[in-house]
């Protein structure tokens, strides 16, 4: 049955979670730690060895220059980790995170399930979401569809079952984005009108503010400047961001972070109180800033504010009692927040997972594009083909001809964006028409069709309008990488989640191991008097002997190891007969 369902993955900058349907009803899958989302961070210690999530978090303050965090920022370019003498990308360092929600879901499941919705912000261009595809392929799950997490949101808070016309607007505030998304509900069909938002900013930016003031405080109570290292910097972006998040619920908390350096070898300690009141002074323009995307999605969607009928809030950082304030005040309504900001993202993918499976009866759902997209045209102008905010999936023609006697291609150079100037704009790939047969400039009649698909991924197909033939595309993207790069990352994900999976069995064999000769140990200890001298001796030996080797087990020694503890148990059991 779980081999029908859909994973609903909101693969997040902060953090990452993932639902699937059971009984008709959505549900968060927890972590192995029991969190109901898990950090999206990577780690690799000096081994190379790979951590994901809790784990990961855990050590980043003793490992700050090794533990990648918000990856999803560089998601869609050419920014390459090393890490050591490897290079990692944006979509294998998500894939690592996909991965570890995969085996989550399946662990939870009890069942293999690979088939996958993940949702991106509603503006991310052609690129982010391709790249988004191939770190769920790399992660070695089949991605159905990349949905808007807007989108998901409003399925989430059920506005696709309206019994009347409603405007939206979502307000996705998270941890290093914020997405501001006004959806129109009418007939049946829920449509995103207009996106806007910024990719830099969200909560990591309040807990800048917070260390910045942490900073500040320090140099003007011990007249010197706190040393930057990264252990020090991590440890105050940990006690900014937990002051922020006690600020919510309460309206002051105390900073004490003891030993923080030291002076003429004595310890320095930090020792402050933050008040909400000043917490909202140092990050009010954060908060004002949101405006102006909300002002410009209204602006696009054709809208006032006084229009919208709902405001739903999405995203950790819509808890903050200011950025509510802010937001209540804008729209004067009271937004609604019932289902956990934190998951809302991933139980609306989830339920758009249902209703592709069938499990689920709902609308259509009809997304847009988030830039316009066209071509370079001579002169660097931009052509524009495809309009910004038209749903997909969509597709327009265009035609184009040669400009020289005998030529037999075409380049194209497809970019997306809203300037004049096609250099302006983002670069999405070259398009090189073949085959075309020789003849004067300006004669052939070469259609391209221009494709977005219902994931927001472009694509072209070519045809000659005289004959009808299909023209040859070669299509060159400027970031990302091919089928057959993804197909190799892949299978090198999968050695890696075997041997991680490896590594796992390993562990808990040892912990199991040493467990259970600590209880033969202590069983022995306790009985020593009522045993034969010699046996006692070599129950001894053997106990110590096989402490040595799980101490240090390794995978070749593990079946012998099972083998040997085997053997201890039933000594023991006989050894318990005897007494
Ligand atoms: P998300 O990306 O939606 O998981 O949001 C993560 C961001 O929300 C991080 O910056 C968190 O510090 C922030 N966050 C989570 N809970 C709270 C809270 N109660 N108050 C303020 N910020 C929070």
Not at 120 to 147: C, F, K, M, N
Request: proline letters at 3%; hydrophobic letters at 40%.
């Amino acid at each position: 049955m779980a081999e029908n369902k859909i994973l609903g993955i909101d693969l997040g900058t902060t953090n990452s979670c993932i639902s699937v349907v059971e009984g008709g009803h959505p549900i968060v899958i927890p972590n192995a730690e029991g969190g109901r989302t898990t950090p999206s961070i990577v780690a690799f210690d000096d081994q190379a060895n790979r951590t994901v999530g809790e784990v990961a978090k855990r050590q980043a303050i003793k490992n700050p220059d090794r533990t990648i965090q918000s990856i999803k920022r560089h998601m869609g370019t050419d920014y390459r980790l090393q890490i050591q003498h490897r290079s990692f990308s944006p979509e294998q360092i998500s894939a690592a995170i996909l991965q570890k929600l995969k085996t989550q879901a399946q662990t939870y499941l009890g069942e293999k399930i690979t088939k996958a919705i993940i949702t991106v912000p509603a503006y991310y261009d052609d690129s982010q979401r391709l790249a988004t595809r191939h770190a769920g392929e790399i992660a070695g799950l089949d991605v159905v569809r990349i949905i808007n997490e807007p989108t998901a949101s409003a399925l989430a808070y059920g506005l696709n079952k309206l019994s009347q016309e409603a405007n939206i607007v979502i307000f996705d505030f998270g941890g290093g984005t914020f997405d501001v998304t006004i959806l129109q509900f009418a007939e049946q069909v829920l449509q995103v009108k207009a996106t806007n938002g910024n990719n830099q900013l969200g909560g990591d930016d309040f807990d800048r503010r917070i260390m910045d003031w942490i900073y500040a405080k320090f140099k003007a109570g011990n007249g010197f400047d706190l040393s930057n290292t990264s252990v020090v910097s991590q440890r105050i972006k940990e006690s900014a961001e937990k002051v922020k998040v006690e600020l919510s619920g309460i309206t002051s908390s105390a900073i004490q972070l003891p030993f923080l350096d030291y002076r003429s070898g004595d310890p320095v300690h930090f020792d402050d109180v933050l008040t909400r009141q000043e917490f909202n002074t140092i990050t009010a323009d954060l908060v004002k800033s949101t405006a102006l995307p909300i002002e410009t999605a209204l602006k696009d969607a054709k809208m006032d504010a006084e229009q919208i009928d709902y405001v739903v809030l999405v995203g950790g950082s819509t808890r903050i009692p200011a950025v509510q304030e802010f937001i209540k005040g804008y729209f004067q309504k009271e937004p609604a927040k019932s289902v956990n900001p934190d998951e809302a993202v991933s139980i609306g993918a989830a339920i758009q997972g249902g209703i592709l499976t069938g499990e689920i009866q709902s609308v259509l759902l009809l997304d847009v594009v988030p830039m316009s997209l066209g071509v370079e045209e001579p002169g660097g102008k931009f052509g524009k083909i495809i309009e910004k905010n038209t749903a997909i999936p969509v597709n327009r023609k265009r035609v184009f001809s040669t400009n020289a006697n005998g030529q037999t291609s075409i380049k194209l150079h497809v970019v997306q964006g809203e300037s004049q100037k096609a250099s302006e704009n983002i670069s999405l790939a070259d398009v090189t028409i073949g085959d075309i047969p020789k003849a004067d400039a300006n004669v052939p009649q070469i259609e391209v069709t221009f494709d977005i698909d219902v994931d927001g991924i472009f694509f072209c197909t070519a045809r000659d309008q005289a004959t009808g033939e299909e023209k040859s595309i070669e299509l060159k993207r400027t970031t990302g990488f091919s089928k057959e790069q993804v197909k190799k990352f892949a299978d090198e994900e999968s050695r890696q989640a075997a041997e991680e999976e490896q590594m796992q069995n390993l562990i808990a064999a040892q912990v199991l191991a040493e467990t259970a000769l600590a209880d033969a140990e202590h069983a022995l200890a306790k009985y020593s008097a009522l045993l034969p001298p010699e046996k006692l001796g070599a129950y001894q030996s053997n106990i110590v002997n096989l402490k040595a080797r799980v101490s240090t087990l390794g995978q070749a020694e593990l079946e012998n190891i099972r083998r040997q503890m085997e053997a201890v148990v039933a000594k023991l059991k006989s050894m318990s007969q005897q007494v």
